[in-house]
Each structure stands twice: as C-alpha cells, then as structure tokens.
C-alpha cells in the first residue's frame, strides 16, 4: 500500500485505499509515479507504462522476467 510519497521535506500521505498486492515468485508493476512540485505544493500521477518496464525488465533482468510472473496493478491514489 502506497501510504506516503516524501520528495524532498515535503510529503503527501494517501488514504488505505490505494493498495495492491504482492504475491511471491511474482513481478508487480504498480505503474511509474510522476511526482511534480506546483508552487507550493506537489502534484503525484501514476502512469501505465507497462511496455516500457517489460522492456527495461528483458533489458536488464531477463532471468526473472522468465521465471517469474508478471501482474499488473496499477495504483489509483485518492487523496
């Protein structure tokens, strides 16, 4: 569960229903965090770049790419 995101001295904390689940012997792509300070305050996104993360996991993790499973869950955050 995403519960706080920190950049810098600033922090955003999030409400219980921005979870997901890790199994074991599995890959869990959460999606990519965006994270950009507005002003005063911080604007944080998440992204569905799955194509990206295979590749950069075929790239540079190949092994466990093919030994393990890969699910996606995608974190929606509600603040």
């Known amino acids: 569960m995403w519960s706080q995101v ?3 001295s600033r ?3 999030f409400h219980g229903t921005n979870n997901f689940t890790i199994k ?3 890959i ?3 999606g990519h965090l965006t994270i950009e300070e507005i002003g005063g305050s911080a604007r944080i996104g998440v992204d569905d770049n799955e194509g ?3 590749d950069y996991l075929t790239k540079n993790f190949p092994q466990y ?3 393990m ?3 996606k869950s995608i974190t929606h ?3």
Request: no cysteine; glycine share 8%; aromatic share 20%.
């Open 65 to 67: 790419l093919q030994s």
């Open 11 to 13: 922090y955003a904390i």
């Open 52 to 54: 990206d993360m295979r």
């Open 6 to 8: 920190s950049v810098g």
């Open 77 to 79: 955050f509600r603040y």
């Open 28 to 30: 869990t792509y959460a």
């Open 69 to 71: 499973s890969f699910e």
């Open 24 to 26: 074991p012997g599995t």
